[in-house]
């Protein structure tokens, strides 16, 4: 049975499964679009095997999962795809509605921080889909995030624009995860070489992508409303990696969410080990 793997459906992943396609890895395995979050919902249920989850939910439901080893969406700094989109100045938020889109977790969590701390502003949130003007029906600032927020950032309008991962960066001189790849503990206790070659897989897509990024940006430019030159420089704004640097500005993420109480206890990170045999 081939593992069941989730695909976020935002354009900061789909260089990885581009590749994947391109490469003829997409055979060995059954994937699953959907957004982070609901792919996260999906893998808890045991309806997915691995997938890309939010980083505050993998926090969450740390018991049940593993981390795959140097695989994540993250920036050190500008990311683009994260943005508050506001009618007033950010300080100026205080007791104000702001909206915010249910496609995201961890996003969510990183605005409500980086309002308090960096703004000093606690605003009355509520959730809702991204539609930017539905939004701004009842609220003065909205957060967006993937595809949507790209939208927003290419066409700046009369609105303030603030992007989270650059605000993350300002307010702590980290780095920002904002997804990682997991996998349900029982499937890689039974599984390991299936997981073995979902991560090898996705390791070599990620050096072809690096490797071809003026190429894919082109092919990915002729069916969205993004130039080559903009995706190219999205992409190269991501980072996919989960070394030091990211640990750390993972962990620090995490202690602020504990402080605003989004999570109730901060995990060890557990990885699979790469050979996939043990489990750290």
């Known amino acids: 049975m081939r593992p069941r793997v989730g695909h976020i459906q935002f354009l900061n992943c789909l260089p990885l499964y581009h590749m994947l396609v391109r490469s003829g890895a997409v055979l060995d395995m059954d994937l699953y679009k959907d957004t982070a979050i609901a792919l996260c919902r999906q893998l808890l249920a045991g309806k997915l095997d691995i997938s890309p989850v939010p980083a505050i939910e993998y926090a969450r439901h740390a018991r049940d999962l593993l981390l795959l080893p140097d695989l994540t969406v993250s920036s050190n700094g500008r990311v683009m795809s994260i943005l508050l989109v506001s009618k007033v100045p950010a300080e100026k938020l205080q007791g104000r509605p702001v909206a915010l889109t249910n496609t995201s977790a961890t996003s969510q969590v990183l605005a409500k921080i980086i309002l308090r701390e960096k703004f000093r502003a606690e605003p009355v949130y509520f959730e809702c889909p991204p539609d930017l003007p539905e939004m701004f029906r009842e609220a003065d600032a909205a957060l967006l995030i993937g595809d949507d927020a790209l939208r927003a950032f290419s ?81 190269k704004g991501l980072q996919y990696s989960f070394g030091p640097e990211y640990r750390a500005g993972f962990r620090a993420y995490l202690a602020r969410a504990k402080k605003i109480g989004a999570l109730d206890r901060i995990p060890k990170l557990e990885f699979v080990r790469r050979d996939a045999k043990k489990l750290s």
């Open 155 to 235: 066409r700046p309008g009369s609105y303030l624009h603030y992007d989270l991962g650059e605000e993350w960066k300002e307010l702590t001189g980290k780095a920002m995860v904002y997804a990682v790849w997991a996998v349900r503990r029982s499937y890689a206790e039974k599984h390991p070489d299936r997981v073995a070659m979902v991560y090898e897989a996705f390791k070599r897509s990620i050096i072809e992508s690096l490797e071809q990024v003026d190429a894919i940006s082109r092919d990915i430019a002729r069916w969205e409303p993004f130039t080559a030159a903009f995706l190219k420089k999205y992409f």
